[in-house]
């Protein structure tokens, strides 16, 4: 058996899933630092002898990416390439006994809120004086800003409130200087994610406190950049939209997950909102954010769904012209209200309704991505890759949203500079254009 000189105590923290986990991540990569251990994320060199998986147990394609990712360093633990083994986040919050039986070669499985002890098996203490500081892993002109953990709300087909508990607001001061630190290491843009951000304050002040926070945010000297994400529709805090349209440095975005719109599919879904409200929601958004790009999220092929239900579906897409959508397929998950149902979509229907709804959305793109050749739109610049420069409108969040790309050796800009461009072309998707 090949056992290389390892260097001692180095770990490598791999994430997977959601923005939320890789928060996370950044919060262990910059508590091990401050306790002098010798840390990387995600590194392709082998040359850590201890690996630290940070998983995502959200639905059934997530569930198998981190089952896969654990039993290849357990492969490489019994090939001798690593040492240590330890897995944290959902997958193993929520699987933990199952997973200590089938893949015995993890030294320790944790949850998703035992930092402490984790780091204690890393030879490493939480230090608390931390709190608000992390490691980026993401280019550090952006950042993602956890405002909250864990949800409060019933939806039938989800996992989450099992994995990450409860809804627990950030206190706001806790939040600001948590800001104040990433603007002081050269983050501009700040992605305000939760599992529900509509929900922020209730908890901890006894009302809805999203407007506040992002008046506190944007008022923060270096920001030039806020953007909403996991915005939730039932009881939507209003007052964060007058927020977001008198706030220059507030992007003009935001991401609101609707799942679905029939009132049938709603009401199975236990979204706490109807097709009426729903339409009324998006088209009160529009009128108070002129401008607005709205992201939404579907599902499709959920128990109960009728053709009738989908093809409502495909209208309200057509209707509501959403600028930036995704939609995923129905995924059965255990220990959800769901989960109690009969499964009754076959796969094969589920991913026609996906690409049907996908198909409908390209048509939409193109022609709203049409209407901007011409403009001259600011730009944030996240990398150069091959012969392009690549970066986001205010439209566009990272990863998930459309990109501008500007020809690298005709426009000079910096990676995580902002930059005037004028759109020249338009794709389905991306855009094309010259700096100004
Ligand atoms: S709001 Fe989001 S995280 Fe919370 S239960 Fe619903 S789908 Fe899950």
């Keep these: 058996m090949k056992t ?15 923005s939320k986990n890789s928060v996370d991540s950044e919060v262990l990569y910059s508590q091990l630092k401050a306790n002098k251990v010798d840390v990387v994320h995600e590194s ?13 147990g959200f639905i059934d394609n997530a569930k198998e990416e981190s089952i896969n990712t654990i039993i290849r360093w357990a492969e490489a633990k ?10 944290t986040g959902c997958l193993s919050q929520r699987y933990k006994p199952e997973l200590e039986k089938e893949i015995p070669e993890v030294d320790q499985y944790f949850g998703t809120t035992h930092l402490p002890q984790l780091l204690k098996s890393l030879g490493a203490d939480y230090k608390h004086e931390l709190i608000g500081e992390r490691q980026l892993t993401t280019p550090s002109h952006f950042a993602y800003l956890k405002i909250s953990e864990g949800c409060d709300r019933p939806c039938s087909f989800c996992a989450i409130p099992i994995m990450r508990g409860k809804h627990v607001s950030k206190p706001i001061e806790e939040i600001e200087k948590e800001v104040r630190f990433l603007v002081k290491n050269g983050t501009k843009e700040i992605l305000i994610i939760a599992q529900d951000s509509t929900y922020y304050g209730l908890d901890i002040y006894g009302e809805r406190k999203l407007a ?16 909403l994400h996991y915005a939730y529709p039932s009881q939507f805090p209003e007052d964060a939209l007058d927020v977001m349209a008198s706030s220059p440095n507030i992007c003009k975005y935001i991401d609101i997950p609707l799942q679905h719109v029939s009132d049938a599919m709603l009401k199975t879904m236990r979204r706490g909102i109807t097709e009426k409200r729903t339409r009324d929601l998006v088209k009160t958004i529009r009128e108070k954010v002129p401008g607005i790009a709205i992201r939404t999220t579907l599902i499709v ?6 053709e009738e239900d989908f093809e409502a579906l495909c209208r309200f897409v057509e209707d509501c012209q959403f600028e930036r959508l995704g939609v995923f397929t129905y995924s059965h998950e255990d220990g959800t209200h769901s989960g109690t149902m009969e499964d009754s979509v076959p796969q094969e229907v589920k991913e026609e309704r996906a690409a049907r709804v996908m198909e409908i959305q390209q048509a939409i793109s193109a022609k709203l991505n049409k209407q901007r050749v ?7 610049f996240d990398r150069k890759e091959g012969d392009y420069f690549i ?9 998930v949203d459309n990109e501008v790309l500007v020809k690298a050796d005709s426009n000079y800009v910096r990676v995580g500079d902002f930059a005037m461009v004028k759109i020249d072309s338009a794709e389905d998707f991306d855009l094309y254009g010259t700096v100004q």
Excluded: Y
Aim: proline letters at 3%; hydrophobic letters at 40%.
């Design 4 to 18: 290389k000189a390892l260097k001692r105590n180095k770990v490598n923290i791999v994430t997977l899933g959601c």
């Design 44 to 56: 392709t060199e082998d040359d850590a002898n201890i690996v630290v998986i940070n998983t995502c």
């Design 78 to 87: 019994q090939a001798g390439q690593i040492e240590q083994l330890f897995v």
């Design 212 to 227: 506040t926070l992002l008046q506190h945010i944007s008022a923060i000297e270096g920001v030039e950049w806020v953007r």
């Design 301 to 306: 092929g959920h128990p109960g769904e009728t």
């Design 374 to 380: 011409g403009q001259v739109v600011k730009v944030l």
């Design 391 to 399: 970066g986001r409108t205010e439209w566009d969040s990272p990863e």
